[in-house]
Each structure stands twice: as C-alpha cells, then as structure tokens.
C-alpha cells in the first residue's frame, strides 16, 4: 500500500477524523442520556463539537515549574495510540483481510496509551494534586490490565488466532460460557480504562478537582477530551469484535445493522453503570480487580482451554 | 527525608463555593495532619447590627447565610422577645415551626445532593436538587420567596398562613414523602454507598461532646441534644416528634440522621397545618418599643442549635449582639473525623458536618506570645498592603492611582 494512502487512512478515514467525529457524537450520547437520568434536558447534538472548538481556541498555559516538552507532547501521545487502535479495528472491520497477524497484540499496547498519556502529563505539571490523579492512574492500570488481558484471552483461545480478522470470522465467544464471563470481565475493566464513574478517580473533580489534567488547558486539553471520546467510542467497537465476532461479519447489511445494536447497547450499559455508582476508593477499585474479576477472568480462561 | 506534602482543599472550595481553607498534609494518600483556615469572608455583622433597629436588624442576620434564612431570623427574634418580654400570638409560633421545618427539609435535601456529588454519584445530586424545587415551591407559596423569606418579626410573623392555601400545601408535602423514600432506601440498600461512607469519619460520643458538636453531627454519634426538645421554643412544646440519633457517628450515619429528620419534618409540618386550619387569630402582637435587658434566643437550625444574644439600652436598636452559628462548633471536629483517612475520603468527611462558612466567619487576631500585644493593627495593615502595591507597581512597571498620603503614614 502507498504510505500516501496510509497517511489519508491515518488522517481522515477511518483514522483521526472519522474517530473523532464518532466519539463526539458518542459522547453526546452518553451527555443526553445522562441528563434524562437525571431529570435534565441535556445538550444539542453538536454541543461536544462546540466543547472542544472553544477548547481550541482558549490559551495553553503552561505550568512554571513543570517539564513543558513532555507537557504538551503527553496528550499526543494518547490522541495516536487511540486513533491508531480506531485504524486497525476499522480495517479490520471493513475487510477482514486487510491486517496482519499479532494485530490483537499491537491493538491491546494501543489502548494503553491513553492512560500512560494521562499520567506522564500528570507527573510533568508538578502539580501535587496531579501527581496524586497520576499515581492513581498507575494503580488503576496495574489493577484492570491483568484481568482484561486474561479475558481478552478468551476469544483468541477459542479461535486460535491472534489477528483480528479470524477473530472476526470466527463462532461468537459470546454463546459458550466462558466467552460470556470474559465479557463481564471486559465491561467491567472497560469501565475503569475509560476512567469513568465509579472509576474515575484519577480525574475524581470533587476530591483532586481534576487531579491527573489539572494543569491543562486549550488545545492540549481538548486533545485529552477527544482521547477520552474516542476511546468511549473504540472501547465497546473492540468488545463487539472480540466477542460476537461470528455474528457482525459477512455481507449484507444485517451483520451491520446488529454489530451497531451491539456496539449500543454496550455503550448504554457503561452510561447506566457511571449514573448509578457512586466512586469507588483507589484500593477498594484494585481489591475489585484483583480479587473477584481477576478470579473470574482466570475462570473464563480455563473454561476456554477446557472448550466451554 | 520528609514526604509529607500539601493537599490543599481551599482556599475557595471547589463544591461548597465558599472561601475556607483546609490544608490536609498527606503521606502517599493518607491524611496525617489537618490545619483548618477561616475568616476569609468577615463581614462585621454583629457591629453592622448595633447600628440598626431591630426591625432592620432581623433582615440583616437574615443574610448571614442563604440557607439559614429561617433559622438566624428566629434565633433572633427571640433574643429580642425574651429582652423585651414581648407575647407571641399561638398562631405565628406555628407558622415559625411550619417554615423552620420546610428549611431543614430543603436545607438537608441540599446537603444529600452535594454529599451524592463529592463520592461521584451525580445522580443523587440531580435527583436530591429536583425534589428540593418542590420544597422551595411551598416555600414560595406560603412566604413569596424561595430562600431570604423574611417572614420573622419580633412580636410574631409578617405574613399568616391563609387557610385556602392549606390543602395545597399539605398535598405537595405529601407528595414529598416517596421521594425522600427513596432516597432513604438508595442510602441503606445500595452496597457501593456502604463502601465509600461506612466507617469513615468515625467522631466518637466523647469527642462529640469535647468539641461541643452540634445537631446532626452530634446526634449521628450517639449524643442526643436537639433545642427544639431540650429548651422549647416556638410551637415545639405543642407538638409531638422524634428526635432521631444513631451510634457510630461515620458519614453514613450524619446521612442517616439528617434522611430521616426529613420524615420528621414533614411530620411536624402536617400538625403545624392542621392546628392553623383549625384556630385562628392574630399572627402578630406588634410590640413599639423594646425596654432597655438582655435576651438569648436560640433555635435547632438544620445544622445544629444557633445561638443569639441581644442587649437593648431602651432605644429601638440593640446596643449588643452576638450570633453563634452550629458551624463554628462543627467545623471543628473536622480535626477528629478526618485524620487517618485517605485523600478520597477526605473530601466527603469534611463535608459531611454540612458546614456553612458564611455563618461561621470571624475576624482572627494575632496577638504576641510575650506581650500579649496585637501583632497587626489595621495601620499595620494599610501600610502592609500600600508597600505590596508599590512592588507590584515597580515589578510590572504598571501604573496604578496614586494613594494618598495619610494612608501612607
């Protein structure tokens, strides 16, 4: 393929640009509602576009004492992980063929950086409370990646492969057990990686007032709102492949139209998980990781291996 | 090497969007010392009272805080009744209770929303907020405003309590109870809530009466004192309620306690009601002059018992007056409840006395170790702040008006 080619997958579709847009308007989905939950009217359509033009137009201030290079360079560093995720899940997706084998793998580093992003600019700003959000989000990470990984685990067991597009083609995990735990396993680790309540402590406003993106401001700050949005986007497209695989390929547009209803209401579990917790304690969060979802993470991957 | 670090929660909160300052030395994320900063926002109500009569007087302490707006008015009002021996008509001490008690339903339906906000779950905030529109809509109908009511006058209340009206009101504060239910039932069933406020905060009884806590606070540890059964005012003695207290004194039980208050309240309320569709009469004794004494009044505001003092010299405006407000004792056991805790837990701690700043400033005075002397006067301030103004005027080579001389000294 012609890199010119690449840059314009990149750049417009299905990279940056179509990302962006979808992960606006699904956070316009989360924002509405989230508001009719809670008795409100809740925004127009466009108002995520509005939120992160006005960001873009807003001056950088840049902390005194902190590390400035790293600083500004942190929320790029999301921003591309997530849209290079977005790309190979997309073309993947489009044609089954189109990626090479190991893609899951590349794809699992990928939607890490988001959270590494957020703690090296948490750690450059210098500031306490950021630095308190960061050291929050390293223990966030370290509690959901393992069981995530595990559960992730399941789907490749049962297709023996580790590229996306077998994956894709294979039978749902989603019809025998252990692909049913993993899901859990996903939704709930989901969750946190998209720092959202009740595990949006490293952000938590009412404790750390913003704490890991305290100093940000402008566009280095609308690049982490995009990040998030785009990754609220991604997350639940990741899970719909991975796990009902068999049903959301082939031709025609009913796989289609089903991947969309999917992909929905995995999205309407997360928004009606984050308005129905409270905030859950750093070490109440890795004590849930660890113990019961790593436990039935362990027990899905079992299952798997024994065929269930 | 010392890893103690400054979290600093101020000195303009974040949520409660008042001026205080709380400064929680941390190690890792665990609290270890706390130093509480107030008096950002003095503003000399007590010396602004003794130049106003005392008709003036009642809508100044009416402003010392937004939420009280019932609870200081009467305070003070009594204060001045008892100086001045001044008769109450029956009526207007039920109309009193009706609107105290409609304040501590809106006032502990505010404070559920914001604790709902600082452990992250937004809607509760939403949701307490709503139903607390319904509250100030009877407010609205009985007073004609929705916060500063200005119903309280010494001799009685300013407006009655028309007798139409009462049906409607009691048919919207029946329609209060299923969601106060619910809220009730959110706190003592969902299991995530039980995790993030049980057993923290703990303030024992003991430390409870150390400090002097007061309302709610006091009465979520087990120490059971509520002025409105303890020294009765108004139309409490005539009227039949709980006084509602728990044991472990952590956050749980403060929202325990102020949930079901709420039940109480409405309670109190509906035999409000009914007594004043039942009676009628004056609602005023309109007294002209307050005789030269010294009165206290005090009432169970939703945060805890206000305390007025008033002293008349004959003339119509008192020539002393003091206000205590439950915050200033609350806000203390802060120091108690929150060290030992985690960051996270902190914040809900700390606002789990329901404090209300504005009631609680006070002007703080440096006084010397040695000599006991004032180390800043306000020249000393004056002079502090022209010489601030002079360097910042030489760093930024900016050029400000020019101030006079005598400021100067």
Known sequence: MKSSMVLVEFLLFPGLLFTAIAGLLTTWVDRKVTALVQMRVGPPLLQPFYDIRKLLIKETCVPEDGAVGLFLLAPLLGLAGVTLASMILWRTLLNVQATFVGDLIVLVYLLVMPALSVMLGSFASRNPLASLGGSREVKLMIAYELPLVLAILVPVIQANSIRLGDLLTAQAPIFSLSGALALLVCIACTQAKLTIVPFDMPEAETELSGGALIEYSGPPLAMFKLTRAMMLFTMPVLLVVLFFGGVVSGPGWLPAVTGFLLWFVLVAVTIVVRNTTPRVCIDQAVRFFWGPVSLVALVAVMLAWLGW | ?409
Request: include cysteine; aromatic fraction near 8%.
């Open chain 2, 1 to 409: 090497m010392n890893k103690r670090t400054i979290v600093p929660i101020g000195p303009y909160h974040a949520l409660q969007e008042e001026p205080e300052f709380f400064k929680l030395h941390v190690e890792g994320e665990k609290v270890v010392h706390l130093d509480i900063e107030l008096g950002y926002n003095h503003r000399g109500i007590e010396k602004l009272s003794e130049s106003k009569t005392f008709e003036e007087t009642i809508f100044l302490v009416e402003r010392i805080c937004g939420i009280c707006s019932t609870s200081h008015p009467l305070a003070c009002v009594q204060a001045v009744e008892d100086a001045g021996e001044i008769p109450v008509p029956e009526r207007a001490l039920f109309i009193r209770s009706a609107v105290g008690e409609l304040e501590r339903i809106h006032s502990h339906l505010l404070w559920l929303g914001l604790a709902g906000h600082f452990i992250g779950f937004n809607t509760i905030w939403m949701w307490a907020w709503r139903f607390r529109e319904d509250v100030l809509n009877i407010l609205e109908l009985i007073t004609g405003n929705r916060n500063h009511y200005g119903m309280m006058k010494p001799g009685g209340v300013r407006r009655d309590i028309n007798k139409t009206d009462i049906p409607a009101i009691s048919k919207l504060l029946d329609s209060l109870q299923d969601p106060i239910k619910l809220f009730r039932d959110a706190v003592v069933q969902d299991p995530l809530i039980h995790a993030r406020t049980k057993g923290i905060g703990i303030l024992t009884r003991e430390k409870a009466q150390d400090y002097g806590a007061l309302g709610p606070t006091a009465r979520a540890s087990g120490y059971d004192i509520d002025v409105r059964r303890d020294h009765p005012h108004a139309a409490y003695p005539m009227l039949d309620f709980d006084v509602i207290t728990c044991e472990k004194g952590d956050v749980f039980d403060k929202a325990v306690v102020r949930i079901l208050e709420m039940f109480e309240s409405i309670r109190i309320i509906q035999q409000c009601l009914t007594q004043l569709e039942k009676s009628g009469g004056p609602v005023d004794s309109n007294p002209k002059t307050v005789p030269a004494g010294e009165g206290i009044g005090f009432y169970e505001a939703p945060r805890g018992e206000v305390f007025h003092y008033v002293r008349s010299d004959g003339s119509n405006r008192p020539i002393r007056h003091k206000v205590r407000a439950p915050s200033f004792m609350n806000v203390p056991t802060n120091r108690e409840t929150v060290l030992g805790a985690t960051v996270a837990d902190a914040t809900i701690i700390l606002a789990a006395v329901d404090p209300c700043y504005c009631c609680t400033e006070r002007m703080a005075v440096a006084v010397g170790h040695h000599d006991g002397e004032r180390l800043l006067n306000a020249r000393d301030l004056m002079r502090l702040s022209c010489e601030k103004t002079d360097r910042l005027m030489a760093e930024t080579g900016l050029r400000g008006p020019s101030l006079p001389d005598f400021q100067r000294e």
